[in-house]
């Protein structure tokens, strides 16, 4: 198992590095450039080359590669220029993270919990209008885009029948102690039941609509691997023997059918990421995917590499995560 995990983790530094490589090429052939970002209208040949020179823009582009390799091991990307003026751009991150991960952590649990049971349902009932119902309930999931759900969430729960916050992480001038920068445990953990709730409330929504797309995708893959598990042989011989239902589901079926699920778990956080950046912008939720949105539209240079290439980090480290609970789940996949 140990060996498995170092190579692993030897594969996951070479995905990150090369991330890092295409990141920064990527933001540096974008219009414009940081310089121009910075300097905006007051922009001139002199003040251009000034800054250039500052900041090592007139070196060789590997030169280039080579200096921002140390400046982000040691936690240096700069300074924000639109997102929050002033602030470092790793603080930025660091501020935002807790808003988005309180979000795609109930969006995530949400998915799971409603696609699992729904998907081997489904799979259990083949064929059955039950199966029908669930199939074309997860089609609409895929089919409607996020934005769009998240604005028709927006306006009927929010503004025709006023049951749910509109925007916003928690009411405005609402008392609350912050401990974690995730609101809804922060509310636990000093036990402000009243602001924990209305965080609460204000996550539901966001919630919902980022975890559309997951949840359609966990379902049809849970039912097609349960499918699949069902017609094996040593499923019809575990019920031919008289075990009963329950250990023909938690033995042979959901053990067996979960693998593939399991890696489509992980593979949905980017997925939850990348969501998150309209779910958010919709519901003024201040987290990671308003502050890519709004540096992307700035041209906050330094908040959009800090964010990009935090994001590819954390889904490489979730990916990490489903190869070692995919190992444990079947350990005949630590020896491939």
Not at 59 to 69: A, D, G, K, N, S
Request: proline residues 4%; contains cysteine.
């Amino acid at each position: 198992m140990l060996r498995f995990v170092v190579r692993r983790i030897l594969q996951m530094c070479l995905v990150a590095f090369v991330l890092s490589m295409l990141i920064f090429v990527w933001l540096r052939s974008l219009p414009g450039g940081p310089v121009s970002a910075i300097l905006g209208e007051r922009q001139t040949p002199a003040r251009r080359a000034a800054l250039e020179a500052a900041l090592g823009l007139d070196q060789p582009l590997h030169v280039q590669y080579l200096r921002f390799l140390e400046r982000a091991s040691q936690g240096k990307f700069g300074v924000s220029t639109k997102v929050l003026p002033g602030e470092d751009a790793l603080q930025v991150f660091l501020d935002r993270l807790p808003a988005t991960v309180e979000l795609s952590l109930l969006a995530l649990f949400l998915a799971i919990a409603l696609g699992i049971p729904l998907g081997y349902m489904a799979a259990r009932r083949h064929g059955s209008a039950v199966d029908t119902g669930a199939v074309i309930f997860s089609l609409v999931g895929v089919a409607v885009p996020v934005f769009f759900l998240a604005f028709l969430l927006k306006y009927f729960f929010a503004v025709e029948w006023n049951l749910l916050p509109v925007s916003g992480r928690q009411t405005t001038g609402l008392d609350a102690t912050r401990v974690t920068g995730m609101f809804v445990l922060d509310g636990i953990l000093t036990r402000e039941w009243d602001a924990s709730w209305d965080a609460f409330k204000h996550l539901i929504l966001p919630a919902v609509a980022l975890a559309s797309i997951p949840f359609a995708v966990i379902f049809r893959i849970t039912r097609a691997s349960v499918l699949d598990v069902l017609d094996e042989d040593y499923v019809r011989t575990a019920e031919a023997k008289g075990l009963t239902a329950r250990v023909v589901r938690g033995r042979h079926v959901l053990r067996n059918a979960m693998l593939p699920v399991v890696t489509t778990i992980g593979l949905q956080v980017g997925g939850l990421l990348a969501g998150a950046v309209l779910t958010e912008s919709v519901f003024s939720y201040r987290g990671i995917g308003d502050a890519l949105a709004t540096a992307f539209r700035e041209k906050d240079y330094a908040v959009l590499q800090v964010l990009i290439l935090m994001g590819a980090v954390i889904f490489v480290l979730v990916n990490l995560l489903v190869d070692i609970a995919y190992a444990l789940i079947d350990p005949r996949i630590r020896t491939r």
